[in-house]
């Protein structure tokens, strides 16, 4: 499995080149990887890069992305890919404690 996050926590967020992600992709399916995007400000991306959200998804086969990380939702994330890798992927991402970065702002108010 390859991971690359957009945008990269480095310096204040910068933005992959689109086109040296599809050169990862292409070494992905050569060597039968998986590739998966961590876009928990890809909103931040898409918008400075001028990009589509489309295009990112064909080239990843998973994404996920926050809600609350450039949309301004008090708490959320969503997991995307075909059926087949989404089948168990929810599961797993729970047991793993995915989902539960701003649990303590709820947990605050009680």
């Excluded at 295009?55 to 939702?73: M, R």
């Excluded at 793993?96 to 605050?108: E, Y």
Aim: glycine share 14%; net charge neutral; with cysteine.
């Amino acid at each position: 499995l390859v991971e690359i996050e957009n945008t990269t926590n480095k310096g204040g967020g910068s933005c992959w080149d689109f086109n040296e992600l599809q050169k990862i992709k292409n070494v992905c399916e050569t060597n039968n990887l998986g590739f998966h995007l961590d876009g928990a400000r890809l909103w931040n991306a898409l918008v400075a890069k001028d990009e589509k959200p489309q295009a990112y998804g064909e080239i990843f086969d998973t994404i996920s992305v926050c809600l609350s990380k450039g949309l301004g939702c008090p708490i959320g994330s969503v997991l995307v890919g075909d059926e087949h890798l989404m089948k168990n992927a929810i599961r797993i991402r729970k047991i793993l404690g995915g989902g539960m970065r701003q649990v303590g702002f709820l947990a605050a108010a009680g």
